[in-house]
């Protein structure tokens, strides 16, 4: 089983920038795709973006140039920055990894618990 946990997030006023990281561990595990969603007040989750293991990004269109998704293989990490923030951007952020824990098994998603991310003045 894999688990992963975020890190990160607190409460920022607006304009400032927050960096949140997510870390898988369990054993015997390959990671393929990972990414992260938010879900705001009311709102259903949605996509924030996602970065598959051949490189390349994919990012919300609203997002796009605000937020930086990276990823460190060795580490199974994947980190999220975040620039010039506004209150919009106040959501429970969650990571996810698609992984396979055994050769030929099924690609699982794994989910983090979330963490919040608040942004005021």
């Known amino acids: 089983q894999v688990r992963v946990v975020e890190s990160g997030g607190g409460l920022v006023q607006p304009g400032e920038s927050l960096r949140l990281s997510c870390e898988a561990s369990?054993?015997?595990?390959?990671?393929?795709?990972m990414g992260w969603h938010r879900q705001a007040p009311g709102k259903q989750r949605a996509t924030v973006a996602r970065?598959?293991?051949?490189?390349?990004?994919n990012y919300a269109d609203s997002l796009k140039g605000r937020f930086a998704i990276s990823r460190d293989d060795a580490k199974n990490t994947v980190d999220l920055q975040m620039s010039n923030l506004n209150v919009e951007d106040t959501a429970v952020y969650y990571c996810?990894?698609?992984?396979?824990?055994?050769?030929?098994?099924?690609?699982?998603?794994?989910w983090g618990q979330g963490i919040q991310v608040t942004v005021s003045t």
């Open positions: 369990g054993s015997g595990f390959s990671i393929t795709d």
């Open positions: 996810w990894m698609n992984a396979q824990t055994r050769a030929g098994g099924p690609l699982l998603t794994n």
């Open positions: 970065i598959p293991p051949w490189g390349g990004t």
